[in-house]
């Protein structure tokens, strides 16, 4: 399947589930059972997952970098009583789209889709 076609697919309303990622790695690869699929895509959420609580990145070609960005602590306003507040410091995640996911996501002119 091609780039912008699976792009297509994946911008349908309500976005993709859990689920759906594994109902694509069943269909995609004929000799996994659906618990096999199942058990790919917890593997690779898994890796993800420890790779950025040991505080390193993940880059997956063709998709993106996914960081762990040490925030710094800053005023905000509090929205409902517009009050100023303190942030504290924190740990946030970042995800950087490769360019081949930008190029699929905007039209020939530069803007999104």
Do not use: C, Q, W
Request: charged letters at 30%; a positive charge.
């Amino acid at each position: 399947m091609g780039a912008r076609r699976l792009a297509r697919k994946l911008r349908t309303p309500g976005g993709k589930t859990k689920a759906d990622l594994v109902d694509a790695v069943y269909r995609r690869h004929g000799a996994l059972t659906k618990s096999e699929a199942a058990d790919v895509v917890d593997a690779i959420f898994d890796t993800v997952k420890t790779t950025l609580s040991d505080g390193r990145s993940v880059r997956i070609r063709n998709f993106g970098v996914f960081e762990v960005t040490e925030r710094s602590g800053r005023t905000g306003v509090n929205p409902a009583s517009g009050k100023k507040m303190f942030i504290p410091p924190h740990t946030g995640l970042s995800f950087r789209p490769a360019r081949n996911l930008k190029e699929v996501l905007t039209d020939d002119e530069g803007n999104d889709r």
